[in-house]
């Protein structure tokens, strides 16, 4: 489907949604719309739904212009892929048109509160809209249920007015500001600062805030130090300790994670970790560490796709077992799809989670300023000729009261032995002019500059 990106975009027959037919001529009736009251929604004729064993093109039968939802992301090299499934999703509760039906979260396990939420929007929705309820709405009253429902709604009203002449492809609605979405979705009562060092994020952090939770506005703050946001709260330090190759556990044990065309591969090593002389319970112990661990690196990087985890050889099924059980535990707060498998025989653990987007790859590594990353550098005869070869070089162009810094060893090699065997003084004698050398510990092993007699460099 053409979606105005540059490669199309893809609509499965799954996220076709049943409401599909109601979509069709929803699309329809609102691009053709003339009067300036707009569509009364509520007054909208369902269609019926489609069937699940369908395909595509009895539906979308030709190049119809029908609204989507941008479902995932470009990956790759694949495009969008699309839902007609419309849900606007607010802090308390998700909105779905086309149907009447109001869900409750399962994860609210109180069934008297289940009855309660789902009873309080029953009676504030209105027609032709289903409504999800959140775990958030948990506790919640009617007064919050029905605002977050409202500002919903409202954003209906919006696409049904932006779908009013449109041209396709174009987009009718966007997502809210990233810093906003993650405050729909995370914000919680544990939240105690938020700091921003960008003005305008600062500006609509602070009004969603003040709007959804005007009790924790004063934890937000502008972050105007000198020094880079994320140096300052060592978060790059962090980063760069969290994405390499290899992640240490606090009791000396460390995780190896490496990437393959097809799989990750994550694999547990004990390292100097000796708790006790029970080598089991050394293992077990060692595995519930990188488990925690491995959870949270699935979320950090975001990877996705099969994960295949070599954890240390346990003998006993009950440690088996209780690890599986911890695994299952610690990916609890991971918000994509995944499944985890049990233990094989030879001690692996396989685990899927849902791609979402492209993984988080950080290059934790940098260039050796020696080799360059080839991993050799030259010979020292090398090294000596084209040092030689740049002095006569600036002589012969004129130039005078030459200095040459070095790395220390460098200096020891070309400044050994007696006035008449070190290489410097060859160089006075070669040359005929003198060439003071310099040790410098700022600089790497193979790194040489000339300065001349007013302690300028010389760019060769």
Known sequence: MDVGFEKDAFLHYTDLSPYARSLLKFTTMCMNDKGEQGLDFSKFTVEPEIIKTGKINEVLNGKPNILVQILKEPIAAKGPRLSCEISLPGRFVVLTPFNDIVAVSRKIHSSEERKRLQKIVESIKSKNFGVIVRTAAEGKNTAELHEDLTALMQMWKTIMHNLKGAAPPTRVLSEQTKATSILRDLLNEDFNKIVVNDRNIFADTKSYIQRIAPEKADIVSFYQNGSPIFDSFGITKQVKSSFGKTVNLDSGAYVIIEHTEALHVIDVNSGYKSVSNNQEQNALETNLEAADEIARQLRLRDLGGIIVVDFIDMKLPENKRKLMEKMEEFMKPDRAKHAVLPISKFGIMQITRQRMKPEVNINTQELCPSCNGTGKISST???????????????????????????????????????????????????????????????????YRFFDQHEEEIKL
């Open 381 to 447: 005869l090398l090294l000596e000729d084209e040092i030689e070869k740049n002095v006569g070089y600036l002589i012969t162009h004129q130039h005078s009261g030459l200095k040459l810094v070095v790395h220390p060893i460098l200096h020891a090699y070309l400044t050994k032995g007696w006035f008449w065997s070190n290489k410097v003084s060859k160089w006075k004698k070669k040359f005929g002019q003198k060439i003071k050398v310099e040790a410098s510990s700022n600089y790497h092993l193979t790194e």
